[in-house]
């Protein structure tokens, strides 16, 4: 493993409580532990000078993680399909945008809303203005409940249910899940300064691994 790094001009940092032998003496920065009498009671397994290794490099790890400015965001870069990869996964990475976002405006008759809902298959649709700022939500709970109303010549505005829970897309899928789960719903519409940019349901975050 000396060769590679020799070849390469990577710098070759040796940890150890020998300050003697081939290691020492090729590399570039030698980082000296002390010679401590192993916790194993037969003193043949390495217990203390792991133990000193591992803190010793948890330290540097933490250090350079400081120096360098490493974020989780560079984290979930370099890991995006661990576990620690998808606790970090936003929002944005896993939501509905676009055509796939069903959206109505307050003024349009029921008979249009509902296959607009149909259509987009997340059993709910937000209600939003002229700037595309959410104004309420329409969901199949609310279809039932509204039920015998004569509903298809009812405004969008007079079905909905107004100031629906919304999420940022910067905010982690996790963060999303929990949300769901403690309001007992299935989606959140997705808003940045109230303007919906896209809508999350649970089931994409399962997929994604997050729970």
Same mark, same amino acid.
């Given at each position: 493993f000396i060769l590679p790094t020799r070849r390469f001009g990577v710098p070759l940092i040796a940890i150890t409580s020998n300050n003697k032998g081939i290691i020492v003496e090729q590399a570039d920065l030698t980082? @000296?532990?002390?010679? #401590?009498?192993?916790?194993? +009671? %037969?003193? @043949? #397994?390495?217990?203390?000078?792991?133990?000193?290794?591992?803190? @010793? /490099?948890?330290?540097? #790890?933490? /250090?350079l993680m400081n120096r360098l400015g490493f974020t989780a965001d560079d984290f979930k870069l370099r890991h995006p399909g661990g576990q620690l990869g998808k606790r970090l996964l936003k929002v944005s990475d896993i939501m509905h945008t676009g055509s796939a976002i069903p959206l109505s405006s307050g003024s349009e008759l029921m008979s249009e809303v509902i296959p607009? %809902?149909?259509? *987009?298959?997340? /059993?709910?649709? #937000?209600?939003?203005?002229?700037?595309? *700022?959410?104004r309420g939500i329409i969901t199949d709970g609310d279809l039932r409940r509204h039920m015998g109303d004569s509903i298809l010549a009812r405004h969008a505005e007079q079905v909905?249910?107004? $100031?629906? *829970?919304?999420?940022? +897309?910067?905010? &982690? =899928? !996790?963060? =999303?899940?929990?949300?769901? $789960?403690? !309001?007992?719903?299935? $989606? &959140?519409?997705? =808003?940045e300064d109230k303007k919906v940019v896209g809508?999350?349901?649970?089931?994409?975050? @399962?997929?994604?691994?997050?729970?």
């Open positions: 980082l @000296l532990l002390p010679q #401590a009498e192993e916790a194993c +009671p %037969m003193g @043949l #397994a390495p217990t203390t000078s792991t133990t000193m290794a591992m803190a @010793l /490099g948890d330290t540097i #790890a933490i /250090g607009e %809902m149909t259509a *987009k298959s997340f /059993g709910c649709i #937000a209600i939003v203005d002229n700037a595309g *700022k959410i909905m249910t107004p $100031n629906p *829970k919304t999420i940022r +897309p910067t905010a &982690l =899928a !996790s963060e =999303a899940v929990l949300t769901m $789960n403690e !309001s007992h719903i299935t $989606n &959140l519409f997705v =808003a809508i999350i349901h649970i089931h994409d975050c @399962l997929r994604a691994g997050v729970e």
